[in-house]
């Protein structure tokens, strides 16, 4: 498998990681619902076999839970995939979720999940929201303080702005960072992408399939039965009318799919892999049977032919 090297670090990434925010299970504000750990760890498991080097998680991620759980499936294996997670988004007692870019805030923080993940260093840290924007260069200033003390190896950001950037960029360098990107939100082709590109920081985009809605498994049906902590059912692409909209989307990507025996799920996460300021896409596996239906996307590539076929598909929505 195909590696690209991440922005200005020594890693060599796969095109796709493993993402490991619906591993945090249900109860929390921003859940995918109930989730099985055995099924979790069978994901990263299959995964791994399959040749991808890295996860991306969060602390916030069922509020501590996700990155038990990706401990959990790393524990006794021989060879060690990337290990990415995040800070700023903090909690409390009554699991209320909270915002803060604090030195002290980040260096608690980084030390949890070091116990939570058992690992001596994180691979890559990020800064999960660039909230509250006042304390960026607080933040900032900690993360490559924690860098230069050897319990990161690589920093990054998440989400950020590229105003938010060239203010972290004035402090230390960016490793990477880690935005939104998908057929139905192409927003940081105008100006992020450029940025990055420009000052060679790495990208690895999150929601390539828009949370699961690309995937040619969503149906109306499944979107109306999702539980009550799914915070899928609050987003707009999930709503009308919208959302016919992006079935009939996924649609086109499974007749697309199908010329080469790829899953809609893979045309969809290959779109944004065709960019070449993109480094590689998180990509959300809740079982090993999810892996079997993505896997493809890290060696399949679409023609620009394709690549206009969908073009042509939203701009007409559009229109």
Partial sequence: MQTKQLGNSDMHLTPIGIG???????????A???????????AIHAALDAGL???DTAAVYGLGHSEEVVARALKGRSRKPFVFTKCERVWN??????KS???DSIRREVEASLRRLQL?????YQIHWPEPDEDIEEGWTAMAQLQREGKVRWIGVSNFNVDQLRRARAIAPITSLQP???????????????????HGIGVIVYSPMKSGLLSGAMTRERVAAMPSDDHRRRMPHFQEPR??????????LRAIGRRHGRTPGEVAISWTLRNPAVTAAIVGMRSAKQVEGVIGAAEFRLSPEEVGEIEGFVQAGAA
């Fill in 120 to 124: 001596d260093t994180i691979d890559l």
């Fill in 20 to 30: 490991a925010w619906a591993m945090g299970g249900g109860g929390w504000a921003f």
């Fill in 53 to 55: 080097n890295w996860i």
């Fill in 180 to 198: 939104p990107y998908s057929i139905v939100s192409p927003e940081i082709e105008e100006a992020l992408l450029p940025y990055t590109q420009q």
């Fill in 32 to 42: 995918w619902g109930p989730q099985d750990d055995d099924e979790s760890v069978a």
């Fill in 243 to 252: 959302l016919t909209r992006n079935l009939e989307l996924a649609e086109l």
């Fill in 101 to 103: 870019l604090k030195a």
């Fill in 93 to 98: 007692d009554r699991r209320e979720i909270g």
